[in-house]
């Protein structure tokens, strides 16, 4: 047994590829020995032959599916990180003026009050 990559995981997925091809070259060859000796499908083969274009449509469209699904998660992921980070600057940003704004009025609130009680006494 060949396992040409270094990673197991790569040699399993390779092996399942290797799979499909073979099952999908097999159902192909099946169907095209029919019309290559110019022979109708009856019906006891009809139901076989729709049953394999269900099987090879399933093959052919999942690995398009999985990577659409996965472009899908990172473009949602991307946009919940920079949402987040937008709104932890706004909020950073708000609480920085706000406590500014509240020392500032203190400071000036403590400083009329030093005078007003200093000029009382």
């Not at 029919?34 to 006891?44: E, G, P």
């Not at 992921?77 to 709104?87: A, G, K």
Request: net charge neutral.
């Amino acid at each position: 047994m060949t396992q040409p990559f270094r990673d197991g995981i790569a040699n399993t997925v390779e092996t399942i590829s290797l799979l499909f091809i073979l099952l999908l070259g097999m159902m192909n060859m099946f169907f095209a020995s029919f019309v290559s000796l110019a022979v109708k499908l009856n019906d006891h083969f009809s139901s076989w032959w729709k049953a394999c274009q269900v099987v090879e449509i399933a093959i052919l469209c999942s690995v398009p599916f999985v990577f659409g699904l996965l472009l899908v998660i990172f473009i949602v992921s991307q946009v919940c990180r920079l949402s987040y980070h937008i709104v932890s600057q706004v909020c950073r940003l708000l609480y920085h003026l706000w406590v500014c704004s509240s020392s500032c009025c203190r400071n000036q609130d403590e400083e009329i009050r030093s005078l007003l009680s200093a000029s009382a006494s």
